[in-house]
């Protein structure tokens, strides 16, 4: 599998953000960062994302509403929710939506890494 694939981040926490786009370019994936959904949904990048990872807490729109958002559009992106502060309730209707993965700051490496490519692999409609 290829990792050109592009990853988009959306984090309103300008270091958080930094952070997170070199850790996943690390990983051997190309990026795009925006600091809000809104700047994400304007963008040409969002035809080309392959992965999204989002903020749950950002001002304008939370995560989850992002995510519902982008299910109710043109293009299902497979979508990573992170937060610094995890919330049960949260976290059991995002699966329930359909988020891919629903991860605690500070992120753990290696499962950032696993939900990256466990996602691709469901954006390209492989099995198992």
């Known amino acids: 599998m290829s990792n050109t694939r592009l ?3 959306v984090d309103d926490d300008e270091s958080a953000r930094k952070a997170l786009t070199g850790l996943v ?6 990026t795009a960062a925006f600091c809000s959904a809104g700047e994400f949904l304007g963008s040409p990048e969002r035809q080309h ?3 999204l990872i989002a903020d749950v807490q950002m001002p304008d729109m939370t995560g989850l509403e992002f995510f519902y958002l982008l299910i109710q559009s043109d293009k299902k992106i497979p979508t990573i929710l992170i937060t610094a502060h995890p919330n049960d309730e ?7 939506a359909g988020v891919h993965a629903y991860l605690p700051k500070p992120i753990d490496s290696d499962t950032l890494f696993d939900c990256l ?3 691709l692999r469901q954006d390209r409609g492989d099995a198992g």
């Open 7 to 9: 990853v988009a981040i």
């Open 25 to 30: 370019k690390a990983f051997g994936f190309a």
């Open 90 to 96: 949260i976290r059991r209707r995002a699966l329930q």
């Open 117 to 119: 490519h466990l996602a």
């Open 49 to 51: 994302t392959a992965v």
